[in-house]
């Protein structure tokens, strides 16, 4: 079982940037392919980027693709997701989310493992 905590959330206007983390516990994070995913008011939670246990493999979103980055550091057991050219749309709750596979899925109902979400809001 893994522990999720996210943080590096809140308010940047269109065109900034911001960096997410998630930082795991337990001694056996590479066991885990990761997801960020996101979820508006009153919208569903979509899938935002995704990062294979090992880090080499690595996929995203298309509304997000060029713009986010996502990478993960093993000895740190934390996932990153870089976010440039930030819109008003990227607005939501950014969640990180782990599942004991090689390589990450796109549907949040694959995922056992959640962090508690951080705060992303995007101002024009």
């Known amino acids: 079982q893994v522990q999720l905590v996210e943080s590096g959330g809140g308010l940047v206007q269109t065109g900034g940037s911001l960096r997410l983390s998630c930082a795991a516990s337990?001694?056996?994070?590479?066991?885990?392919?990761m997801g960020w995913f996101r979820q508006a008011p009153g919208k569903e939670r979509d899938f935002v980027a995704g990062?294979?246990?090992?880090?080499?493999?690595?996929n995203y979103a298309d509304s997000v693709a060029g713009r986010f980055t996502i990478s993960r550091d093993n000895a740190k057991n934390t996932v990153y997701l870089r976010m440039n050219s930030l819109k008003v749309e990227d607005t939501g709750v950014y969640y990180c989310a782990a599942q004991s596979t090689t390589y990450s899925g796109t549907n949040w109902r694959q995922y056992p493992y959640w962090g508690p979400g951080t705060p992303v809001t995007v101002s024009s």
């Open positions: 990062i294979s246990r090992g880090g080499v493999s690595a």
């Open positions: 337990g001694r056996t994070f590479n066991s885990y392919a």
